[in-house]
């Protein structure tokens, strides 16, 4: 099965005093995603300046759309996608 990796950098300059809550918010809607079965894994970067999701079932431009429903969405400071086949 294929695979859409979504790596997002965040604009720590410009991160708003209210940041804690957005992450809440943030938490919540990955954690639908993972129970719909369209997130397969989410690895945080150990500069803590973003993420990196996994999706499955779904093809690029659908996890464009999705993405786009993140809070983190509007804080970004780049977003790439890479389109993988899983071997093993």
């Known amino acids: ?19 804690q809550e957005i992450l809440k918010h943030e938490q919540e809607i990955v954690a639908k995603w993972k129970e719909e079965g369209i997130l397969e894994h989410l690895f945080l970067r150990q500069t803590r300046n973003g993420a990196v999701l996994i999706f499955k079932g779904l093809d ?25 086949i899983l071997q093993f």
């Open 60 to 84: 690029e431009e659908q996890v464009r759309e999705k993405i786009k429903e993140l809070p983190f969405y509007k804080l970004q400071k780049s977003i790439e996608y890479l389109n993988l």
């Open 1 to 19: 099965m294929n695979r859409v990796h979504a790596i997002l950098t965040l604009d720590m300059e410009n991160i708003p005093s209210n940041f």
